[in-house]
């Protein structure tokens, strides 16, 4: 609903002339026109996703079915695989993060448990055909790994800390190595094998990497 309010204090123009403000002035009471353009654009992407690998959508098929103009997207985002990682971030972070303050194995448990949900299926195409696209370009890299990577390798190397510190994992653990090691099998099962993560493949993991831990 749109509200109508009155000026009727002088205000300055452009030129540095007084004006009277008597003309109403339309103020909306809903959500800023930019906020939605951004979530038409955001829900777009990801149902084009839906049907279209990453290298083959463009910005253009983006701006033509959100009903927006290109140069309205290259204001929020620099390219198209920054846009992917917006659009598919909103669904991966309802998966709740590991609590931290429990039980250090219960934790890493958790959080590869969440890790594996996020890869599996459409969700897991979708990141590798994201990473695959970010190789070769430092900036698209650096992308990949802020909006998507940063979050999993702080939680994760937080969990293992944890574990050191109560006597759960042994204290000679190089946190950051571990770190790389647990994810990176994700990565190669999810470029080199054209079979979805499965369940038992997630159950792997959380055993091995217990086990590398101790």
Not at 33 to 59: G, P
Not at 60 to 68: D, H, L, T
Not at 107 to 115: A, I, P
Request: charged fraction near 20%.
């Amino acid at each position: 609903m749109t509200a109508i309010v009155a000026h009727a204090s002088p205000e300055i123009n452009q030129n540095n002339e007084v004006q009277e403000m008597n003309e109403p002035v339309a103020r909306s009471n809903g959500r800023p026109r930019s906020e939605k353009s951004m979530q038409a654009i955001l829900d777009t992407t990801n149902k084009i996703l839906l049907m279209t690998s990453v290298r083959d959508i463009s910005i253009e098929s983006v701006a033509k079915k959100a009903g927006v103009g290109k140069t309205t997207i290259y204001r929020w985002w620099p390219n198209k695989v920054a846009l992917v990682l917006d659009a598919i971030s909103g669904p991966m972070n309802s998966l709740p993060a590991p609590v931290s303050g429990g039980n250090p194995k219960d934790l890493l448990e958790k959080q590869l448990e969440r890790f594996a949900r996020i890869c599996r299926g459409r969700g897991g195409k979708v990141i590798a055909e994201v990473y695959a696209e970010s190789q070769g370009n430092a900036e698209t890299q650096a992308l990949f790994f802020k909006k998507f990577m940063v979050q999993h390798e702080e939680i994760l190397a937080s969990i293992l800390e944890q574990g050191k510190s109560s006597g759960d994992f042994r204290s000679t653990l190089n946190t950051a190595l571990t770190v790389d090691m647990i994810y990176g099998a994700y990565f190669y099962q999810l470029m080199s094998n054209p079979n979805p993560l499965d369940q038992n493949f997630a159950n792997g993991m959380i055993l091995e990497a217990l086990r590398i831990c101790k």
